[in-house]
């Protein structure tokens, strides 16, 4: 990034198996990915000076940071969890970047793990305090209610919202960590039962147990290090915070601010870009996000998607390892780690040709909060 | 004096009402009399939903209640097939619409019992329900329905 010092480099990433994960605790999941992200990076625990996470979704547990860091028998100088829910993966990379200029660490972990599939999940479709006798409950609601205004104000259709998820499946049927593998076509999603018109089944991400971790270091020290390193070239945030429907647009999203800000700081444009990485807990989110990001026009998402150029192979491979729709429901750690695998060239049958520039996209809430990054290899497959 | 009649396909609306505060007794009590209020800031004179102890445009702590029509617009909507919680079982699927209040605030509102399909921008008024012997609930019906 322009402003800083120096560059930065995430060198090491890892997860767990997806789905149902019986047996294995919320604190588990973050230790089993950080264990297998250091190992990728050929690091141990006692390399790292920083532990940074994202509070679980099913609970939101006091002192976070401090409890991993005691599960891998670390004292370390830099802790910290951030609370904007899925923007969060990409506010802590913010957050260890500026720990590191400021001398206080020099390789932080960052991770989340959580399991409320086999666990506890009652946050999930908690009555909203006053707002609980309108009958608003869970997250599906309040998207499917942006999708019904996104549909009005721009035509978008269901069979675009099937595209969506038929796109990030078609991509985690290549992927054999995917939750969710199985091919199925508009008419399959058509008759998917509905969940709150104009969502149905098969426009929401599943419940799943997991967990997913990376190593943030300096250019300096991964240059010492085993695995081709992959550059943080920009980050933007912006929130649109207010509680959806209030908000005076509600076909929108923080990423055209966010997106700006990420593709200034980096010195690119979006043409620049190989594939993106979105987070898609629900169809209508990344068909805002790329109108938002510029990729298309306003109201052109749906098209986009319906048109198959967001298919590995296609003009914008989008959510090459399934996205939150089919890989898994966790929010969005997956997606940094799937970028980060594409831009080494380990992406094994799903790997986008050349791949040089991904653009990760995370939002939280009902897209209250919002972050972008680019990563790139700095061109090595050149 | 004669209990307001309380219909059974109101019966476990009661575990949703949120705790009774200071800020929203007024708001509920107008309600239970058949009455929508609203807050309105005495500096700036915009109306808010839901209640606070300031105004959230101008920070003005002068604030007012008015009663409103309650009339406005459809902004967003949805129609919820999923049994979320068992107070609305007996309505699925119901839809539950935002709706742009004349006034200026956006509410969250559940319309039950609808006979005809709803679209954005259709004109809509309350319908407040009896649940409990004291309390009641907003939701919203078509205008002229
Ligand atoms: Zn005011």
């Known amino acids: 990034m322009k402003s800083l010092k120096q560059k930065y480099c995430i060198v090491g990433v890892g997860n767990t198996a997806y789905g149902k994960n019986p047996g294995i605790s919320q604190i588990a999941h973050n230790v089993l990915a950080i264990r297998a992200a250091l190992e990728d990076a050929g690091l141990s625990a006692q390399d790292l000076d920083g532990v940074l996470t994202k509070a679980p979704t099913s609970t939101f547990p006091m002192l976070w940071g401090p409890k991993i860091a005691e ?39 960052i991770s989340y793990g959580d399991n409320p599939r086999t666990g506890t999940r009652a946050s999930y479709a908690r009555p909203r305090g006053d707002d609980a006798l309108a009958g608003l409950f869970g997250a599906p609601s309040s998207y499917a209610m ?43 999603y058509m008759s998917s039962r509905w969940v709150a018109e104009p969502f149905r089944l098969l426009d929401c991400c599943p419940v799943s147990d997991g967990g997913a971790a990376y190593i943030i270091t300096t250019e300096e020290k991964a240059k010492e290090l085993r695995a081709l390193p992959v550059y943080i070239e920009g980050i ?12 005076p647009e509600l ?6 601010i966010a997106g700006k800000m990420a593709f200034e700081s980096a010195g690119l444009q979006p043409t620049d870009v190989d594939f993106c990485e979105i ?50 429901g966790m929010p969005g750690t997956q997606l940094v780690v799937e970028a980060v695998r594409q831009l080494r060239g380990e992406g094994e049958n799903r790997q ?3 791949a040089e520039v991904g653009l990760v996209s995370q939002q939280g809430g009902i897209m209250t909060t919002h972050a972008t990054m680019l990563l790139s290899n700095q061109g090595v497959h050149q | 004096m004669n209990e307001p009649a309380i219909a059974d396909k109101f019966a476990a609306f009661e575990e949703l009402i949120p705790p009774l505060t200071d800020l929203n007794a007024p708001y509920r009590e107008a309600l239970s009399r058949g009455e929508l209020i609203l807050q309105r800031c005495k500096s700036c004179s915009s109306y808010q939903y839901p209640f606070e102890s300031f105004c959230y445009e101008c920070g003005s702590t002068e ?14 909507f949805v129609k919820v097939h999923q049994p979320y919680h068992s107070a609305f079982k007996p309505f699925i699927p119901y839809t539950v ?15 039950l019992e609808l006979t005809t399909e709803v679209e954005i921008g259709d004109r809509v008024t309350p319908r407040i329900e009896r649940i409990t012997a004291s309390e009641s609930m907003l939701t919203y019906e078509l205008e002229g329905s």
């Open chain 1, 352 to 354: 986008v040709k050349d």
């Open chain 1, 71 to 109: 599960a891998l028998r670390i004292q370390p100088k830099v802790t910290a969890t951030l609370d904007q829910a899925g923007a969060s993966n990409i506010g802590l990379i913010q957050y260890a970047i500026s720990a590191i200029e400021m001398g206080q660490a020099e390789v932080i972990a």
């Open chain 2, 63 to 76: 604030l007012e209640h008015k009663i409103s029509l309650g009339q406005g617009s459809i902004y967003s």
């Open chain 1, 251 to 256: 076909a929108t999203s923080g990423a055209k």
């Open chain 1, 236 to 247: 933007g945030q912006a929130h649109p915070s207010w509680d959806f429907y209030r908000r």
């Open chain 1, 279 to 328: 987070y898609d807990c629900f169809t209508i989110v990344p068909l805002i996000s790329l109108e938002e990001y510029g990729f298309v026009n306003k109201g052109e998402g749906g098209s986009f998607y319906e048109e198959q150029r967001t298919h590995i192979g296609g003009e914008l491979p989008c959510n090459t390892s399934g996205g939150l729709l089919s890989e898994t």
């Open chain 1, 146 to 188: 942006v999708a019904k205004r996104h549909m009005h104000e721009y035509g978008t259709t269901n069979e675009q919202l099937a595209n969506v998820a038929i796109a990030h499946r078609t991509h985690a049927n290549m992927n054999p960590n995917a939750q969710f593998q199985e091919l199925f076509t508009v008419d399959d």
């Open chain 2, 97 to 111: 619409a935002t709706i742009q209040l004349d006034e200026g605030p956006r509410l969250l509102c559940a319309m």
